[in-house]
Nanobody
Framework: QVQLVESGGGLVQAGGSLTLSCVASGSIFRVNSMAWYRQAPGKQRELVASITRGGNTNYPDSVKGRFTTSRDNAKNTVYLRMNSLKSEDTAIYYC???????????????WGQGTQVTVFS
């Protein structure tokens, strides 16, 4: 059973930094693209960052220049480094990954349970 687990969320003062991590575990053959999404109360879930297996990244304007995503393929882990945090960044952050299981011939998207990030001023 493949699963994703996020960690690193918590309370942080505006202007501060926080690093989230997401580990894919289980009977995994290969992890392809990975991404971070977030959802604030009353808002739709939005893409925060994405990264291909080769390391190409994409960010929306709302976080560009402040957030950085990276990955360690050997550990099946993706990171999200968040700097200059604002109150608007408060949300539940979810990890997403395109994964091929060890007994599968195709890829499937998986979601983590999410980790809460609260920015206060």
């Amino acid at each position: 059973q493949v699963q994703l687990v996020e960690s690193g969320g918590g309370l942080v003062q505006a202007g501060g930094s926080l690093t989230l991590s997401c580990v894919a575990s289980g009977s995994i053959f290969r992890v392809n693209s990975m991404a971070w999404y977030r959802q604030a109360p009353g808002k739709q879930r939005e893409l925060v960052a994405s990264i291909t297996r080769g390391g190409n990244t994409n960010y929306p304007d709302s976080v560009k220049g402040r957030f950085t995503t990276s990955r360690d393929n050997a550990k099946n882990t993706v990171y999200l480094r968040m700097n200059s945090l604002k109150s608007e960044d408060t949300a539940i952050y979810y990890c997403n990954a395109d994964i091929r299981g060890s007994g599968s011939s195709s890829y499937t998207y998986y979601w983590g349970q999410g980790t809460q990030v609260t920015v206060f001023s």
